[in-house]
């Protein structure tokens, strides 16, 4: 499982469990979301770390091979690339 699936569904179980917490007390249950929303983004921050630190690790692994490879088809098609010497179908 990806990092990042791991680290949203810990969000969202962290988030479930803070609404069960507040469920019983007695208030507003748009101040009930608005406070899971913030407890649980607060405790995320700590208990999550791992997970967080392991998906931006991913990120940066994806982005830099997209770099690479987006660095190897402009070099491709500006023609600076330059046939292998074993190549049977090059011209010459």
């Not at 803070?18 to 469920?23: G, K, R």
């Not at 007390?25 to 921050?45: E, G, Q, R, T």
């Not at 402009?74 to 011209?91: I, K, N, T, V």
């Amino acid at each position: 499982m990806s990092a990042a699936v791991k680290y949203t569904l810990g969000r969202i179980g962290l988030f479930v469990v803070v609404v069960l917490a507040l469920w019983p007390v007695d208030m507003n249950i748009f101040l009930k979301l608005i406070l899971a929303l913030a407890f649980s983004a607060a405790a995320s921050f700590f208990l999550l770390r791992g997970w967080r630190d392991e998906m931006a690790e991913e990120m940066a692994a994806a982005a830099e091979r997209r770099r690479a490879e987006k660095e190897r088809l402009r070099s491709a098609l500006a023609g600076e690339d330059q046939p292998d010497q074993g190549d049977p179908h090059r011209e010459g």
